[in-house]
């Protein structure tokens, strides 16, 4: 089959590069997705000129880009997922995955790093819990992000109420980011009664709970050994997820970009991003305030309060490691043990 100036033939991309014909096996395929450029003249009025290219990036992490039009590289791309179904596709840049039942887990490929490579897709997940997947969700999950480890940040509690979905050939990691006495939650309470019977200013204890998350000695070292999971973890897609995937899995999904050399700037839009996701979910807890005769300003503004994330909160990450550390890349290499051959191993997998 022909495609701009490439054919696919015998589980070949052939192609013409400087005056030779190469020949590129299909399964050494790491990336493919499209690319679109378009130009305009400064003063707005000139029509704008687009083209598409399709980009492919092998195993050897060298990047091609073939001109062609767009009808050709979505026919191109399924042509070539058809022979590698192992290929990742598409350019999510952080964004929401489709699924029925989970509104926040997210693919962080393609968001860019200070050095210009991008995070693979479908290698890295971050998600709020699995407890209501469905089961189209769970074969998306394992067929198309070859998902292979699931890391839980919440407690044993959370764990036990609501516990994940079981997806075979799936290795699970309980890492607790905080313990029940410190959340506050009991066997008789669980965190809806403790966050509508707290007396106080829930966005201040939600931006006091993120100085816990870099500050305790065991949330820091239940970090670290996150870090070491994924530093370790071969091959498919990681998820690691809380209970809404905002705030125990915001932060150690911060500091995971900040390991991977992320922009801040970038690091704080996908924190954001929750705000977008969640918005159903809130909907959903007010309704159940009104259904419940418990909707009063109070409970309204705290549970509202509790389905959000601000700038703050991470401003307030970001202070108490320079507090507590000097530096991020002290932090990294103090608190969660990350040498420099550590980080240059995480990029190495997670980057191209």
Same mark, same amino acid.
């Given at each position: 089959?022909?495609? #701009?100036?490439?054919?696919?033939?015998?589980?070949?991309?052939?192609?013409?590069?400087?005056?030779?014909?190469?020949?590129?096996?299909?399964?050494?395929?790491?990336?493919?997705?499209?690319?679109?450029?378009?130009?305009?003249?400064?003063? #707005?009025?000139?029509?704008?000129?687009?083209?598409?290219?399709?980009?492919?990036?092998?195993?050897?992490?060298?990047?091609?880009?073939?001109?062609?039009?767009?009808?050709?590289?979505?026919?191109?791309?399924?042509?070539?997922?058809?022979?590698?179904?192992?290929?990742?596709?598409?350019?999510?840049?952080?964004?929401?995955?489709?699924?029925?039942?989970?509104?926040?887990?997210?693919?962080?490929?393609?968001?860019?790093?200070?050095?210009?490579?991008?995070?693979?897709?479908?290698?890295?997940?971050?998600?709020?819990?699995?407890?209501?997947?469905?089961?189209?969700?769970?074969?998306?999950?394992?067929?198309?992000?070859?998902?292979?480890?699931?890391?839980?940040?919440?407690?044993?509690?959370?764990?036990?109420?609501?516990?994940?979905?079981? /997806?075979?050939?799936?290795?699970?990691?309980?890492?607790?980011?905080?313990?029940?006495?410190?959340?506050?939650?009991?066997?008789?309470?669980?965190?809806?009664?403790?966050?509508?019977?707290?007396?106080?200013?829930?966005?201040?204890?939600?931006?006091?709970?993120?100085?816990?998350?870099?500050?305790?000695?065991?949330?820091?070292?239940?970090?670290?050994?996150?870090?070491?999971?994924?530093?370790?973890?071969?091959? #498919?897609?990681?998820l690691w997820h809380c209970t809404a995937g905002k705030d125990r899995a915001g932060?150690?999904?911060?500091?995971?970009?900040?390991?991977? #050399?992320?922009?801040?700037?970038?690091?704080?839009?996908?924190?954001?991003?929750?705000?977008?996701?969640?918005?159903?979910?809130?909907?959903?807890?007010?309704?159940?305030?009104?259904?419940?005769?418990?909707?009063?300003?109070?409970?309204? $503004?705290?549970?509202?309060?509790?389905?959000?994330?601000?700038?703050?909160?991470?401003?307030?990450?970001?202070?108490?490691? $320079?507090?507590?550390?000097?530096?991020?890349?002290?932090? /990294?290499?103090?608190?969660?043990?990350?040498?420099?051959?550590?980080?240059?191993?995480?990029?190495?997998?997670?980057?191209?």
């Open positions: 089959m022909k495609y #701009g100036k490439i054919r696919i033939e015998d589980g070949y991309l052939a192609f013409t590069r400087h005056m030779m014909l190469n020949s590129l096996p299909c399964k050494d395929i790491m990336w493919a997705y499209m690319r679109r450029e378009g130009e305009h003249s400064d003063d #707005g009025t000139a029509k704008q000129m687009i083209t598409n290219y399709l980009v492919v990036v092998t195993r050897r992490k060298k990047r091609y880009k073939f001109d062609m039009t767009e009808k050709e590289v979505q026919e191109c791309l399924r042509h070539l997922k058809a022979l590698n179904p192992n290929m990742a596709v598409g350019f999510p840049k952080g964004g929401r995955i489709s699924l029925q039942s989970l509104p926040n887990t997210r693919d962080l490929g393609a968001l860019a790093a200070k050095d210009g490579r991008h995070i693979l897709p479908r290698k890295l997940i971050r998600s709020g819990s699995l407890y209501h997947a469905s089961m189209a969700d769970r074969r998306l999950l394992a067929e198309d992000y070859h998902l292979k480890t699931v890391i839980d940040f919440r407690s044993g509690i959370e764990r036990k109420e609501r516990p994940d979905a079981i /997806l075979k050939g799936v290795e699970y990691y309980h890492i607790p980011v905080l313990d029940e006495e410190t959340m506050g939650i009991s066997r008789e309470k669980g965190a809806l009664e403790v966050l509508l019977d707290f007396q106080g200013d829930v966005e201040k204890l939600m931006e006091h709970q993120y100085e816990i998350f870099v500050r305790d000695r065991f949330s820091v070292k239940q970090y670290a050994r996150f870090m070491d999971v994924l530093l370790h973890h071969e091959e #498919g897609g990681a932060v150690g999904t911060a500091l995971l970009l900040c390991a991977l #050399g992320i922009p801040k700037d970038t690091i704080l839009e996908d924190f954001m991003r929750s705000n977008v996701y969640l918005d159903g979910e809130l909907e959903y807890m007010l309704r159940y305030l009104e259904s419940k005769k418990m909707d009063s300003l109070e409970n309204v $503004q705290k549970i509202s309060a509790f389905f959000k994330v601000k700038e703050e909160y991470l401003d307030r990450v970001f202070k108490t490691i $320079q507090s507590e550390y000097g530096t991020v890349d002290r932090f /990294l290499r103090r608190g969660l043990y990350l040498t420099q051959k550590s980080l240059e191993d995480l990029r190495e997998k997670y980057l191209i």
